[in-house]
């Protein structure tokens, strides 16, 4: 996938006195490292703009070069006017103060006075311009400028794979999944993602074929060294090793980035396989795999894999234990080994199929995680976070761990608020994790997206109605 291509340009008025040029050039420097770094492009601009024709100039360059995200740093204090030719790119904007390079005698730069100035314009008098325009501050070495800086990059890069993504959905989203409903227009304006539909005969025929594939011995030795345990029948590890072939042979094909699978009720019957433990070993590597043929779910989780750079898993919300604030995560046995504490997993039956394998059953490892949902019909997001922790009983078969120290969008709440905002919301019954706090890098993601995040509603007895910009799906039965 192409890396975000991120430029900076310098605004000058060779009136003030302080090292502008110098500021400017060390910011450079200091970015070139930083964009080896975070994993961007880096097209600087070394001479600083001193009048609008420069900026025009200039402007028109990094539309040239297809630049992502425009950085304008105030070397020092500039005309209003120059950050004006910069609203007719199609490239996302910051405006970056710099400290001032001495602390008496006369004003050396007047960078934050130009950042105000520009970002008031951009915000107010812009004369249409409509996109969000971050402000930074701080020296190109500082925390204060690391700290809005780096999320922004991972929320950009994020959102560029996103557009350059596909998903295939392999089969329909499970029957009576009225929740995993999707306008594929709508996705596309939000995300810029697009969705193929792939028939399930096609997965039926590539299973088959996958007979002869020679891979399918080296992916059965994969699975058996991977498990703690095996307590089903070889020829259900040989399929799922078939199963895995057939999948990645269609993710080849197609140039997928990402899968759904109506794993049930057909398939089972049809192959004699439970897939959960392939859609595991999918979510291992670069792809990213749903069950139960959930796109939303899948967009979701490929946000968190793409802001982290690592292994995400879309997960059920069983069972809530008021007496121990928390909340039991669950699915049938499709995570990646990456998710299992030091005990691994055991390669099992399914859980309410009793003698047809495969899943992955064993508990999650503890540690910090975040949870989210894209809600396409009114474009907001559930996001929480808190810790997977092992409390004990009960666990059922599958994989699954106990969620506390909970947060909705960052700020504490009890379970009973969490549960009473997940239901007065109608947010979908899956969520997409991740095993870190990325709470910051989402809220930049969504903020640049014009994506809301669902706010908490304390619990109350009495019937409770969702915010006023939640709207229903058109097309329900």
């Known amino acids: 996938m192409d890396k975000l291509k991120v430029a900076l340009v310098g605004t000058i008025r060779p009136i003030f006195k302080g090292d502008m040029v110098g500021v400017l050039n060390h910011s450079i420097e200091t970015l070139t490292k930083k964009s080896e770094e975070l994993g961007f ?276 919300l069983s069972a809530w234990d008021k007496l121990s604030d928390s909340i039991y995560i669950w699915h049938c046995g499709n995570i990646p080994n990456t998710w299992f504490d030091e005990n691994g997993f055991r390669l099992s039956n399914h859980f309410n199929r009793n003698t047809i394998g495969v899943v992955r059953d064993g508990k999650m490892k503890s540690g910090e995680v975040t949870g989210l949902r894209f809600l396409e019909n009114d474009q907001s997001a559930f996001l929480v976070s808190g810790n997977f922790t092992d409390k004990g009983s009960p666990r059922y078969k599958g994989c699954s761990a106990w969620m506390n120290n909970l947060k909705i969008n960052e700020r504490k709440v009890t379970s009973k608020d969490f549960m009473n905002t997940l239901l007065v919301n109608a947010i979908p019954h899956h969520l997409a994790y991740v095993d870190q706090d990325i709470s910051t890098e989402v809220n930049e993601f969504c903020a640049w997206l014009g994506i809301l995040l669902v706010e908490t509603i304390p619990y109350k007895d009495y019937l409770q109605k969702p915010p006023m910009f939640m709207s229903k799906s058109k097309d329900v039965f």
């Open 41 to 316: 492009d880096f097209i600087p601009v070394h001479k600083g703009m001193e009048t609008m024709s420069d900026a025009q100039v200039v402007a028109k360059q990094l539309e040239s070069e297809n630049v992502d995200f425009i950085i304008i740093q105030n070397s020092s204090f500039a005309d209003g006017d120059m950050i004006i030719p910069f609203f007719s790119n199609t490239a996302r904007l910051a405006v970056w103060a710099v400290e001032e390079t001495t602390d008496s005698g006369p004003l050396p730069l007047n960078s934050f006075c130009a950042t105000n100035l520009y970002m008031s314009i951009a915000g107010r008098f812009s004369n249409g311009y409509d996109k969000p325009v971050k402000w930074l501050y701080g020296n190109a070495e500082s925390k204060d400028f690391a700290k809005r800086f780096e999320p922004t990059v991972r929320a950009l890069s994020a959102i560029k794979k996103l557009q350059q993504s596909k998903i295939l959905m392999i089969g329909d989203f499970a029957p009576g999944y009225h929740d995993e409903k999707f306008d594929d227009e709508k996705l596309r304006k939000i995300f810029g993602i697009r969705i193929e539909k792939v028939e399930l005969t096609e997965f039926y025929s590539e299973f088959e074929e996958a007979i002869r594939s020679p891979e399918v011995p080296v992916k059965v030795e994969e699975i058996l060294y991977e498990s703690s345990g095996i307590d089903v029948a070889q020829p259900d590890i040989t399929k799922s090793a078939r199963a895995e072939v057939a999948f990645q042979k269609i993710i080849s094909k197609r140039q997928g980035s990402a899968i759904t699978f109506r794993c049930w009720p057909e398939v089972p019957g049809k192959i004699g396989l439970m897939v959960c433990s392939t859609i595991g070993r999918l979510n291992q590597g670069t792809t990213v795999a749903a069950t139960e043929g959930d796109v939303l779910g899948a967009i979701s989780m490929l946000a968190l894999k793409y802001l982290s750079n690592r292994d995400t898993v879309l997960m059920d």
